[in-house]
Structure formats: C-alpha cells, structure tokens
C-alpha cells in the first residue's frame, strides 16, 4: 500500500487520480485550495488551502500532514491556463501562470522532499503544449512556456534526485474535457487519469526524467 498526495485535487485530472487510487486500497492525500463534494465523496484525506503559487504552500502542507505521515508518490498536478493570444498577451497572467505551473511544483517538492525516501516517485502533470518538438501551433504563449519551463525542472530534478533513488515522471495527459479547458478536448478525466496512473506505475530509472504521453508514447521535447 502506497502513500500518494496529489495536489489539484478538488475537481478535473486531480479528482479523478484520487478517486482512482483510493479505490485499489492505496492511500491519498488530496491538496487543494478548497474541497468540493465530488472529493468528499471519495472519502480520502483532504488538506484545504494549498495554493501551489504561494511562497506559504510548503508549511500549509507540512502542517497538514503532521511530523510522521512519509510520501511514496507525489502527484504535481495543479495549474492555471490564462489562453492568451499574441495580440491579447498579458505579462501579469503569463507571470501567473509561472508561478503556479512552474514554480509552484518546485515548491511542492522542495517542502515534501524530506518525505520522500529511496524508491518515491514524483509525478509532474505537463502538457505537450509545452513541447518545442512537437511544433507549437501558436498562441497560448503563457501557458505554453510555463509547461517548457516545468519540463526543464523536471528534467533537472531526475538528475538531482537520481542519487537519492528518487524517480521524476513528465506526463502530458492528454487533452482533457475539464473546466480548465472550458469543456474541450477528447479525453474524459477517468480516462486522462487512468493513463498517468499507469505510467506512475511504470516509471523506473530508465524512464525517470523524460516526457511521457498517458497512453505511454514519449513525447518530443
């Protein structure tokens, strides 16, 4: 039985990788600004004011978990989209939505780094809308850069954390019919969640540090 926190986990992706593993006898923590009834429902562990964009998410965590609770699988799975164009780009909403998408998995991680021993996996919710490989279509600068940015980190932090037997997945779920995409997309979030919970499951060194589909293709930088 594994300990997995999964942040985002009030609604879309993160609800549905809650729902997921608590029902194969697994534990989670769900982390979110606010729960909903659909996370209550599933009747597993809610922390409530975890905002990953704020410099105070860390002790929020910590102080929710307690002194002894370990994690086996940390889940980044919280973002902002802002769906900017290049005649409509605002900087403020572009920074936004580095702090989340970006900087805020890091500050996840950092503050659950002691938490994570040897064999713990962390999981990083990408987006091939941040792949450079993959020819971006235009637009979206914001967002697109943020998932650049988290690739890179999460590249780096495979190789940091490499000698502490601590494994790094870069997962694009998909596109994903959530509210994040106003209803969009081709993916349901069941399905979207399935396939990151079966890559989790897969990561090992070899795959530890790259960029995965769900559907367990690698995608381009």
Not at 54 to 69: F, K, N
Not at 94 to 103: I, K, Q, S
Not at 208 to 218: N, Q, T
Request: hydrophobic content about 45%.
């Amino acid at each position: 039985m594994a300990t997995w926190l999964v942040t985002g986990a009030n609604r879309g992706i993160g609800l549905e990788v809650c729902r997921a593993v608590q029902a194969r006898g697994d534990v989670v923590v769900a982390a979110c600004r606010s729960s909903s009834p659909s996370l209550q429902e599933i009747g597993c562990r809610v922390i409530e004011g975890v905002d990953v964009g704020s410099d105070d998410v860390g002790a929020v965590l910590v102080a929710g978990l307690g002194d002894a609770e370990t994690i086996d699988v940390l889940v980044n799975n919280a973002g902002i989209a802002r769906w900017d164009t290049l005649e409509a780009f605002d900087p403020d909403a572009a920074r936004e939505e580095f702090d989340v998408n970006t900087l805020g998995p890091l500050r996840v991680t950092g503050a659950l780094l002691p938490r994570l021993g040897r064999g713990a996996k962390i999981a990083f919710v990408s987006s091939r809308a941040g792949s450079i490989g993959d020819r971006p279509s235009g637009g979206n600068y914001g967002y697109r850069m943020s998932k650049a940015a988290l690739n890179m980190a999460g590249a780096n932090l495979a190789r940091d954390l490499a000698s502490r037997g601590i494994l790094v997945a870069l997962l694009h779920p998909g596109f994903v019919r959530t509210d994040m995409t106003n209803g969009g997309g081709s993916v349901d979030p069941p399905e979207a969640a399935a396939g990151l919970i079966t890559q989790i499951d897969l990561l090992d060194e070899s795959r530890s540090g790259r960029f995965f589909h769900a559907d367990g293709s690698e995608v381009p930088w």
